[in-house]
C-alpha cells in the first residue's frame, strides 16, 4: 500500500494527507484506466503503461469529464521522447478529448451533468499578465498545457476548469470530433496567421491530421484559392487523400510547383521542408511553421533566394481558447469531414509508432467508451 501512496504522490503531485481522500477504497468514485507516461524514452519502446488509477475529483470550477474518445497528436512523440517533456512524470498525455460531463465541482455552472463537452492543449491561463490582457493566452508564461501540465485524454476521466471546455457541435460523433481539438483548432489558427486570401496559392508541406482539416476549410473560405500539398515520396496514403478532398496540384517535398506559393504552412516534424517552402514563395509571402519541435536542424538559408523580396517565417505556438471557439461551429457549418483511424485506450503505443511512421491515413483517435 505504500508503494502505491507513493505512486499516487508522484502521479497526482500531491500532498501525503491529500492522498488518502484519493485511495481507492476510500473514494466513493473508485478507479480508471490509464496510459501513463512514465519515463522519457523513443516511442518504439512503448513506454506508456496501462494502470488502474484513482478516478479524478473536480475540484472548485472543474468538471468531471468522462472520455470517450482522445485523439493521437505529434506532439506525445514530443512529450514521450522529451523533446517537450512533461512538467511531471508519471502524466496522462492526451489534448484532443471529447467526452461528457460526469460530475461537476463546487461552483461550475457553464455546463450540466450528461453535457458532451471538448478539452484541447490549453488547459489554463493566468488571465492577468501581458499577453493574456492582449488575447494572446497561447503565449501566457504560466500557462498549463493538456496531457503536459495537468492530466490529459489517455484515461477513462479527465478534469478541466469549466472556462477551458467546449461544447462540441451535435454533427460530429466523439471519435470525429476528438482531432478538431487540436489538428483542427491549431490548423485553423495556422491558416488564419499564413496571410491567405481568396485567389492565392497555399502551400501544405506534410499532410497528416492537421493538413488533411485545414485543406477542407481552406477550399470552403477560398473557393477561387488554390492549394498545393506537398509530401514525402512514399506516402502514397497521403496523396491520395489530398486528392479525394481536393488538392490542386501533389508533389514531393523538394519539387517546384507549376506557381509560386502565395503562403505555407509547414507541418512536417523535420527542418528541410522550412527551406523548401521559403525557396517557392512568392515574393512578400509567408511561412507559417506549426510544429512544436523540429527533429532535425533548418537548413542554412541563402538570403537572395530564401528570404529576399520581404519574404516571412512565423511559427505558430499553442492555441487560444478563441481559436477553438469559432473553429468548432465553423467545422460543423462548412462541415469538416475528419478521416480517422480509431484504436483502444490499450493500443495507444501502437497508434503513436504509427503517427511517427507517418502511416496515419487522417488522425489517430483513441475510442474510450461509447
Ligand atoms: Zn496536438
Ligand atoms: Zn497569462
Redesign the pocket.
Known amino acids: 500500500m505504500r508503494e502505491y501512496r507513493d505512486y499516487l504522490a508522484r502521479t497526482a503531485g500531491m500532498a501525503q494527507r491529500q492522498l488518502h481522500a484519493l485511495l481507492p477504497e476510500e473514494n466513493e468514485g473508485g478507479t480508471m484506466k490509464a496510459m501513463v507516461l512514465e519515463r522519457i524514452a523513443s516511442v518504439e519502446e512503448k513506454s506508456l503503461r496501462l494502470v488502474n488509477l484513482p478516478k479524478p475529483v473536480p475540484g472548485r470550477g472543474q468538471l468531471l469529464v468522462k472520455v470517450s474518445a482522445c485523439g493521437v497528436c505529434h506532439t506525445e512523440l514530443d512529450e514521450i521522447e522529451g523533446r517537450v517533456a512533461p512538467s511531471r512524470l508519471p502524466m496522462i498525455l492526451g489534448h484532443e478529448i471529447v467526452g461528457r460531463v460526469e460530475s461537476l465541482g463546487s461552483g461550475a455552472s457553464r455546463f450540466k451533468k450528461g453535457d458532451r463537452v471538448g478539452i484541447a492543449w490549453i488547459n489554463w ?5 501581458r ?2 490582457l492582449k488575447g494572446e ?1 497561447n503565449l ?4 498549463k498545457w493538456t496531457g503536459k501540465d495537468a492530466h490529459g485524454g489517455y484515461a477513462q476521466y479527465a478534469v478541466v476548469s469549466e472556462d477551458f471546455a467546449y461544447p462540441i457541435p451535435e454533427k460530429f460523433t466523439d471519435v470525429e470530433a476528438a482531432p478538431l481539438l487540436c489538428a483542427g483548432v491549431i490548423g485553423y489558427r495556422a491558416l488564419r496567421l499564413s496571410g491567405m486570401e481568396d485567389g492565392k496559392v497555399l502551400g501544405l508541406y506534410g499532410f497528416g491530421a492537421s493538413a488533411h482539416i485545414v485543406i477542407q476549410v481552406a477550399k470552403h473560405k477560398y473557393p477561387d484559392g488554390k492549394v498545393f500539398v506537398f509530401t514525402r515520396p512514399q506516402q502514397k496514403e497521403h496523396q491520395d487523400l489530398a486528392r479525394k478532398l481536393g488538392a490542386d496540384w501533389i508533389g514531393a517535398t523538394g519539387d517546384t510547383p507549376p506557381e509560386r506559393l502565395g503562403c505555407a504552412i509547414d507541418f512536417t516534424p523535420v527542418g528541410e521542408p522550412v527551406r523548401e517552402a521559403l525557396r517557392n514563395l512568392e515574393k512578400g509571402g509567408r511561412v507559417v511553421i506549426n510544429a512544436i519541435r523540429k527533429a532535425t536542424p533548418i537548413p542554412e538559408l541563402n538570403y537572395t533566394e530564401h528570404l529576399w523580396y520581404e519574404k516571412e517565417v512565423k511559427s505558430i505556438a499553442n492555441v487560444t481558447r478563441r481559436d477553438a471557439q469559432e473553429f468548432l461551429p465553423m467545422a460543423a457549418e462548412i462541415p469538416i469531414v475528419p478521416e480517422t483511424q480509431e484504436f483502444k485506450l490499450e493500443e495507444a503505443n501502437e497508434a503513436l509508432f504509427l503517427v511517427k511512421e507517418g502511416k496515419i491515413r487522417g488522425a489517430g483517435v483513441l475510442k474510450i467508451a461509447e
Open positions: 491561463a493566468c488571465g492577468k499578465c499577453f493574456c493566452e501566457c508564461d504560466s500557462a
